[in-house]
């Protein structure tokens, strides 16, 4: 292994650190990643309208926070994404935070 490839992979892993902690501290602020955790750990048959944190005010609530935080100016701030130097991998880091936001966001509404 080349001091090139060596590099390359820290850099990939500090990457991929880095678009985890973002889209997980944005699920966090808008208490997406709670109603995540609840679905994972909710039985498929079970009704889950009925399960604490999953009614109706508490989502509805959850995505006001989060389509604020997506829609308003400057609200989708990814402040460690910002600060790469780097517009490549800048785009890399926001695009990679968007795609774990997007997912979480299907596995919700699937």
Known sequence: ???VQRLASLLGEEMD???QDQ????????D???KL???QETPQEAKLSDVPGMDVASLTAS??????SLFSLGAFNIP???RISGHRLRSQARRGVAQ????AYDKIFA
């Open 23 to 30: 889209a997980s501290t944005f699920l966090k602020r808008c």
């Open 80 to 82: 460690q994404c910002d």
């Open 1 to 3: 292994v080349t001091w």
């Open 37 to 39: 955790a609840l679905l």
């Open 17 to 19: 650190r880095l678009v």
């Open 32 to 34: 997406l990643s709670n």
């Open 63 to 68: 995505f006001r926070g989060f389509y604020h």
């Open 100 to 103: 774990l936001i997007s997912s």
